[in-house]
């Protein structure tokens, strides 16, 4: 039976993550509360429902609260059974699932290349490139939209910021991780992704982006050049994207 509680979710206007969860909630047609949280200034709300980690995103079910944006796709899945996100086959599962975890490598080492200069640069644009290559690795040569067929699915929500927010962080950054003609299936799929009707009706504004991830990497750089990378993320973790997974 479908769940008939309230259901509310707490983010931040440029997460990824948060987006994800929207992003699975409207797929599945499930009425939803946004409640856009200031991670700069954390109100209480977040401190409760997430006292541990004190991340967006958050959902909150009737008297439930998830955590963790993709334990939250799986809860959402299991909760809401039409337009299934995982696939039936179990390895097809734990594939989609060891993927979405390399996705979250990606960003990681993408994030650190946006924010980091010389050697540290170099050493991310590497290993952020080497992530993309394992994904157009299982892209290659399928005739499907998405990842696991006609319909988009886990994995494309899990993978999904590579398509708007990637593109941003190159540009800022002045670098290249999804090149076109090394990666064509990973850049075929983004551009399907970008025109899968649910997402272009819900994402952050691409000049807002660019302006947020211009400030931030600046305050990036300027800490790792003091403290190093490991200081620079303890220092500014209310500003980075470990306040939202």
Known sequence: MESKEIVKVVGFWVSPYSLRVEWALRLKGVEYEYIEEDIFNKTPLLSELNPVHKKVPVLIHGEK????????????????????????????????????????????????????????KEKTLKLATEAVEKIEEELKGKTS?????????YLD?????????????????????????????????MENFLNHPVIKEKLP????????????????????AKYGPNGAWAILKLKSPPNYR
């Open 65 to 120: 609260v998830a955590l963790e944006s993709l334990i939250i796709l799986e809860y959402i899945d299991e909760t809401w059974k039409q337009v299934p996100l995982l696939p039936e086959d179990p390895y097809d599962r734990a594939m989609a699932r060891f993927l979405a975890d390399l996705g979250e490598k990606l960003f990681v080492n993408a994030f650190m290349a946006l924010c980091s200069e010389g050697d540290e």
């Open 145 to 153: 939209k998405f990842c696991g067929g006609e319909n988009m699915g």
């Open 157 to 189: 929500l899990a993978l999904g910021w590579i398509s708007h927010w990637l593109p941003v962080w190159e540009e800022v950054g002045c670098m290249k991780i999804v090149d076109p003609i090394q990666f064509p299936s990973t850049t075929l799929w």
């Open 205 to 224: 504004p691409r000049d807002k982006m660019v302006i947020y991830f211009q400030w931030l990497r600046k305050e990036m750089v300027s800490q790792i």
